[in-house]
T-cell receptor
Framework: DSGVTQTPKHLITATGQRVTLRCSPR?????VYWYQQSLDQGLQFLIQ???????AKGNILERFSAQQFPDLHSELNLSSLELGDSALYFC????????????FGPGTRLTVL | KNQVEQSPQSLIILEGKNCTLQ??????????LRWYKQDTGRGPVSLTI???SENTKSNGRYTATLDADTKQSSLHITASQLSDSASYIC?????????????WGLGTSLAVNP
Protein backbone atom coordinates (compact mmCIF):
# COMPACT_ATOMS: atom_id res chain seq x y z
CA ASP A 1 0.00 0.00 0.00
CA SER A 2 1.54 3.29 -1.18
CA GLY A 3 -0.51 5.47 1.16
CA VAL A 4 -2.09 7.30 -1.78
CA THR A 5 -5.82 6.79 -2.10
CA GLN A 6 -7.97 7.36 -5.16
CA THR A 7 -11.72 7.29 -5.55
CA PRO A 8 -13.70 5.96 -7.22
CA LYS A 9 -11.96 2.77 -8.28
CA HIS A 10 -14.16 2.37 -11.36
CA LEU A 11 -16.30 4.86 -13.21
CA ILE A 12 -18.59 4.23 -16.15
CA THR A 13 -20.23 7.15 -17.88
CA ALA A 14 -21.49 8.34 -21.23
CA THR A 15 -20.00 10.64 -23.84
CA GLY A 16 -20.52 14.30 -23.17
CA GLN A 17 -20.68 13.84 -19.41
CA ARG A 18 -18.45 15.30 -16.70
CA VAL A 19 -16.72 13.37 -13.93
CA THR A 20 -14.49 14.16 -10.96
CA LEU A 21 -11.68 11.93 -9.78
CA ARG A 22 -10.34 12.35 -6.27
CA CYS A 23 -6.90 11.75 -4.82
CA SER A 24 -5.56 11.91 -1.28
CA PRO A 25 -1.75 12.02 -1.11
CA ARG A 26 0.46 10.31 1.44
CA UNK A 27 0.58 12.05 4.77
CA UNK A 28 3.07 14.89 4.58
CA UNK A 29 3.47 14.88 0.79
CA UNK A 30 2.99 18.30 -0.75
CA UNK A 31 3.13 17.37 -4.44
CA VAL A 32 0.37 15.64 -6.37
CA TYR A 33 0.68 14.44 -9.95
CA TRP A 34 -1.98 13.18 -12.34
CA TYR A 35 -1.30 10.69 -15.13
CA GLN A 36 -3.42 9.10 -17.84
CA GLN A 37 -2.73 5.61 -19.13
CA SER A 38 -4.75 4.33 -22.07
CA LEU A 39 -4.92 0.62 -22.82
CA ASP A 40 -1.46 -0.80 -23.52
CA GLN A 41 0.03 2.70 -23.59
CA GLY A 42 2.65 4.43 -21.51
CA LEU A 43 1.94 6.86 -18.72
CA GLN A 44 1.07 10.36 -19.92
CA PHE A 45 1.81 13.11 -17.44
CA LEU A 46 -1.11 15.52 -17.13
CA ILE A 47 -0.43 18.01 -14.36
CA GLN A 48 1.37 18.58 -11.06
CA UNK A 49 0.38 20.59 -8.02
CA UNK A 50 2.60 21.60 -5.16
CA UNK A 51 1.05 22.83 -1.93
CA UNK A 52 -2.05 24.08 -3.69
CA UNK A 53 -0.40 25.69 -6.69
CA UNK A 54 0.01 24.39 -10.20
CA UNK A 55 3.68 23.51 -10.70
CA ALA A 56 3.93 21.76 -14.07
CA LYS A 57 1.68 20.96 -16.98
CA GLY A 58 1.93 18.09 -19.39
CA ASN A 59 -0.35 16.89 -22.15
CA ILE A 60 -3.55 17.91 -20.43
CA LEU A 61 -6.55 18.68 -22.64
CA GLU A 62 -8.47 21.91 -22.20
CA ARG A 63 -11.53 19.80 -21.29
CA PHE A 64 -9.60 18.58 -18.25
CA SER A 65 -8.81 20.61 -15.16
CA ALA A 66 -7.45 19.93 -11.71
CA GLN A 67 -6.96 21.58 -8.37
CA GLN A 68 -5.32 20.90 -5.04
CA PHE A 69 -7.16 21.92 -1.92
CA PRO A 70 -5.79 23.32 1.38
CA ASP A 71 -5.90 19.86 2.93
CA LEU A 72 -3.69 18.77 -0.02
CA HIS A 73 -6.18 16.39 -1.60
CA SER A 74 -6.62 16.88 -5.32
CA GLU A 75 -9.40 16.50 -7.83
CA LEU A 76 -9.19 15.94 -11.57
CA ASN A 77 -12.22 17.12 -13.51
CA LEU A 78 -12.91 15.66 -16.94
CA SER A 79 -15.67 17.25 -19.00
CA SER A 80 -17.33 16.72 -22.40
CA LEU A 81 -16.08 13.18 -22.23
CA GLU A 82 -15.20 11.32 -25.39
CA LEU A 83 -14.72 7.61 -26.05
CA GLY A 84 -10.96 8.18 -26.24
CA ASP A 85 -10.87 9.42 -22.66
CA SER A 86 -11.42 5.87 -21.44
CA ALA A 87 -8.25 5.06 -19.52
CA LEU A 88 -6.67 4.46 -16.16
CA TYR A 89 -6.04 7.69 -14.31
CA PHE A 90 -3.30 7.58 -11.72
CA CYS A 91 -2.52 10.02 -8.99
CA UNK A 92 0.93 10.11 -7.41
CA UNK A 93 2.39 12.10 -4.57
CA UNK A 94 5.88 12.98 -3.45
CA UNK A 95 7.44 14.90 -0.60
CA UNK A 96 7.95 17.95 -2.79
CA UNK A 97 11.03 18.01 -4.94
CA UNK A 98 10.55 15.95 -8.13
CA UNK A 99 13.89 14.31 -7.25
CA UNK A 100 11.91 12.44 -4.68
CA UNK A 101 10.20 9.17 -5.39
CA UNK A 102 6.61 9.36 -6.57
CA UNK A 103 4.17 7.06 -4.82
CA PHE A 104 1.27 6.02 -6.99
CA GLY A 105 -2.32 5.35 -6.04
CA PRO A 106 -4.29 2.34 -7.28
CA GLY A 107 -5.82 4.33 -10.11
CA THR A 108 -9.34 5.09 -11.31
CA ARG A 109 -10.50 3.15 -14.34
CA LEU A 110 -12.74 5.38 -16.44
CA THR A 111 -14.92 3.86 -19.12
CA VAL A 112 -16.78 6.20 -21.47
CA LEU A 113 -19.59 4.53 -23.42
CA LYS B 1 14.00 17.44 -27.78
CA ASN B 2 14.25 15.57 -24.50
CA GLN B 3 13.44 11.93 -25.08
CA VAL B 4 13.61 8.61 -23.32
CA GLU B 5 13.58 5.45 -25.42
CA GLN B 6 13.36 1.95 -24.06
CA SER B 7 14.13 -1.38 -25.67
CA PRO B 8 12.99 -3.93 -26.29
CA GLN B 9 9.31 -2.98 -26.37
CA SER B 10 8.43 -6.43 -25.07
CA LEU B 11 10.31 -9.48 -23.89
CA ILE B 12 9.42 -13.06 -23.01
CA ILE B 13 11.78 -15.17 -20.92
CA LEU B 14 11.64 -18.41 -18.99
CA GLU B 15 11.53 -18.44 -15.22
CA GLY B 16 15.01 -18.51 -13.72
CA LYS B 17 16.68 -16.77 -16.67
CA ASN B 18 18.35 -13.38 -16.59
CA CYS B 19 17.44 -10.43 -18.77
CA THR B 20 18.56 -6.87 -19.44
CA LEU B 21 16.35 -3.93 -20.34
CA GLN B 22 17.73 -0.82 -21.99
CA UNK B 23 16.99 2.88 -21.62
CA UNK B 24 18.57 5.51 -23.85
CA UNK B 25 17.92 9.18 -23.23
CA UNK B 26 18.73 12.48 -24.89
CA UNK B 27 17.81 14.57 -21.87
CA UNK B 28 20.34 17.30 -21.17
CA UNK B 29 21.12 18.53 -18.65
CA UNK B 30 20.41 15.46 -16.60
CA UNK B 31 19.53 15.21 -12.94
CA UNK B 32 18.73 11.58 -12.23
CA LEU B 33 17.22 8.41 -13.68
CA ARG B 34 14.72 6.17 -11.99
CA TRP B 35 13.40 2.72 -12.88
CA TYR B 36 9.80 1.85 -12.00
CA LYS B 37 8.01 -1.50 -12.09
CA GLN B 38 4.34 -1.46 -13.04
CA ASP B 39 2.17 -4.52 -12.58
CA THR B 40 -0.81 -4.70 -14.92
CA GLY B 41 -3.59 -2.40 -13.78
CA ARG B 42 -1.62 -1.02 -10.85
CA GLY B 43 0.44 2.09 -10.22
CA PRO B 44 4.21 2.05 -10.81
CA VAL B 45 6.56 1.33 -7.93
CA SER B 46 10.09 2.69 -7.79
CA LEU B 47 12.89 0.13 -8.04
CA THR B 48 15.96 2.32 -8.01
CA ILE B 49 17.22 5.85 -8.64
CA UNK B 50 20.58 6.82 -10.05
CA UNK B 51 22.27 10.19 -10.03
CA UNK B 52 24.89 11.49 -12.42
CA SER B 53 27.80 10.17 -10.37
CA GLU B 54 26.49 6.64 -9.85
CA ASN B 55 27.37 3.77 -12.18
CA THR B 56 25.62 0.82 -10.55
CA LYS B 57 22.90 0.33 -7.99
CA SER B 58 21.26 -2.87 -6.85
CA ASN B 59 17.93 -3.67 -5.27
CA GLY B 60 17.72 -7.38 -4.63
CA ARG B 61 17.67 -9.18 -7.96
CA TYR B 62 17.46 -5.87 -9.82
CA THR B 63 20.68 -4.09 -10.83
CA ALA B 64 20.64 -0.78 -12.66
CA THR B 65 23.62 0.70 -14.46
CA LEU B 66 24.16 4.19 -15.79
CA ASP B 67 26.61 5.55 -18.34
CA ALA B 68 26.12 9.31 -18.29
CA ASP B 69 28.60 9.80 -21.12
CA THR B 70 26.65 7.68 -23.59
CA LYS B 71 23.31 8.51 -21.95
CA GLN B 72 22.41 4.88 -21.47
CA SER B 73 20.98 2.93 -18.58
CA SER B 74 20.17 -0.72 -18.19
CA LEU B 75 18.14 -2.76 -15.74
CA HIS B 76 19.36 -6.30 -15.21
CA ILE B 77 17.06 -8.86 -13.64
CA THR B 78 18.71 -11.94 -12.22
CA ALA B 79 17.08 -15.34 -11.75
CA SER B 80 13.71 -14.11 -12.94
CA GLN B 81 10.51 -15.08 -11.15
CA LEU B 82 6.93 -15.21 -12.38
CA SER B 83 6.21 -12.13 -10.27
CA ASP B 84 8.70 -10.15 -12.36
CA SER B 85 6.13 -10.11 -15.17
CA ALA B 86 5.35 -6.41 -15.46
CA SER B 87 6.16 -3.26 -17.37
CA TYR B 88 9.48 -1.61 -16.50
CA ILE B 89 9.61 2.12 -17.03
CA CYS B 90 12.62 4.42 -17.19
CA UNK B 91 12.10 8.01 -16.05
CA UNK B 92 14.67 10.76 -16.47
CA UNK B 93 14.65 13.96 -14.48
CA UNK B 94 15.84 17.19 -16.06
CA UNK B 95 16.15 20.64 -14.50
CA UNK B 96 13.49 23.08 -15.66
CA UNK B 97 14.01 26.47 -14.10
CA UNK B 98 13.27 26.18 -10.41
CA UNK B 99 11.59 22.84 -10.97
CA UNK B 100 12.54 19.55 -12.49
CA UNK B 101 10.83 17.92 -15.44
CA UNK B 102 10.20 14.20 -15.59
CA UNK B 103 10.43 12.48 -18.97
CA TRP B 104 8.81 9.05 -18.98
CA GLY B 105 9.76 6.21 -21.30
CA LEU B 106 7.04 3.98 -22.75
CA GLY B 107 8.30 0.96 -20.84
CA THR B 108 9.36 -2.59 -21.62
CA SER B 109 6.73 -5.25 -21.11
CA LEU B 110 8.32 -8.34 -19.57
CA ALA B 111 6.60 -11.72 -19.43
CA VAL B 112 8.22 -14.47 -17.38
CA ASN B 113 6.87 -17.89 -18.32
CA PRO B 114 7.14 -21.06 -16.26
Amino acid sequence: DSGVTQTPKHLITATGQRVTLRCSPRSGDLSVYWYQQSLDQGLQFLIQYYNGEERAKGNILERFSAQQFPDLHSELNLSSLELGDSALYFCASSAGHPYNEQFFGPGTRLTVL
Amino acid sequence: KNQVEQSPQSLIILEGKNCTLQCNYTVSPFSNLRWYKQDTGRGPVSLTIMTFSENTKSNGRYTATLDADTKQSSLHITASQLSDSASYICVVSAPAGNNRKLIWGLGTSLAVNP
